[in-house]
């Protein structure tokens, strides 16, 4: 059971340059996050996902944009990276949004150089 | 003020002590909390959630819920050594997010 699988695990980018972030989750879940963690802190939102073609803005959506075409899947597009946006990107997921648990990929550590 | 606070860290105890973590949150409407513990360079991992006011234990844990004072606690009894990790308390809001505190670095010393 993959559960929630997220790639790459380590990417280095040039400032100015573009990535997707790839998320896909195999347990039929509606919601779906991303968030940020930079060193020592907690976790920040960026987007979230209530559903196939439902996406909302969360606490740090700038230079971020996601689209959600199917239930598995909900990437993370960055354009033109900046040295800010170095950090680990963590993709959740979760059934629904109370009572239940989310689900959190192995994370993506982004260095913007 | 932030949706989610923590209290700072870090906090070391004593193995075999209790460790207490405190979080308050801003959102009345805010209806399921929930603790995650994460290891260094790894993914958070859920120890508990609890969505009515009083007492909810699992074993060595046990979450309480104030909502009145918008409060949600964690007390580990008996810590280990195996226990010290980062705790993030987090708070699904009325804005249907999932919004997470800032962590507290726990140190279990043996």
């Known amino acids: 059971n993959a559960g929630v699988t997220q790639t790459p695990k380590f990417r280095i980018l040039k400032i100015g340059q573009s990535m997707t972030l790839q998320c896909t989750q195999d347990m039929n879940h509606n919601y779906m996050y991303w968030y940020r963690q930079d060193p020592g802190m907690g976790l920040k939102l960026i987007y979230y996902?209530?559903?196939?073609?439902?996406?909302d803005k969360g606490e740090v959506p700038n230079g971020y944009n996601v689209s959600r075409s199917t239930t598995e899947d909900f990437p993370l597009r960055l354009e033109l990276a900046a040295p800010s946006q170095t950090s680990v990107y963590f993709c959740a997921s979760s059934l629904q949004r109370l009572n239940t648990e989310a689900f959190f990929g192995q994370g993506t550590r982004l260095t913007v150089v | 003020q932030k949706e989610v606070e923590q209290n700072s860290g870090p906090l070391s105890v004593p193995e075999g002590a209790i460790a207490s973590l405190n979080c308050t949150y801003s959102d009345r409407g805010s209806q399921s909390f929930f603790w995650y513990r994460q290891y260094s360079g790894k993914s958070p991992e859920l120890i508990m959630f609890?969505?009515?006011?009083g007492d909810k234990e699992d074993g060595r844990f046990t979450a309480q819920l104030n909502k009145a004072s918008q409060y949600v606690s964690l007390l580990i009894r008996d810590s280990q050594p195996s226990d010290s990790a980062t705790y993030l308390c987090a708070v699904s809001s009325s804005a249907r997010q999932l919004t997470f505190g800032s962590g507290t670095q726990l140190t279990v010393l043996p």
């Open positions: 609890i969505y009515s006011n």
């Open positions: 996902s209530v559903g196939a073609g439902i996406t």
